[in-house]
């Protein structure tokens, strides 16, 4: 896993140029986890952990469209 992005790549953009709040989604990271389904050679479903850069926050662990009111747990 790399690092993170200095920007989300739209510019101007208001999010990237603020500090202080990390991106809900991936805690600041940058990345986040998923699950992904996965077949077995059985045919049974399990459900398999990928990493990949936040969609969210565009991999720079910086929020990019808070919610009004208090943030969900």
């Known amino acids: 896993m790399s690092g ?23 805690g600041g990271t940058g990345w986040w986890r998923p699950e992904m389904p996965e077949r077995d050679a059985a ?4 459900w398999v952990r990928v990493d990949e850069p936040c969609r969210m ?12 009111g208090p943030v969900p747990a």
């Open 4 to 26: 993170k992005r200095d920007r989300c790549g739209d510019e101007p953009c208001a999010w990237c140029d603020r500090d202080g709040w990390a991106c809900r989604f991936c």
């Open 43 to 46: 045919g049974a479903l399990n």
């Open 57 to 68: 926050c565009g991999n720079t662990g910086k929020e990019h469209n808070p919610l009004e």
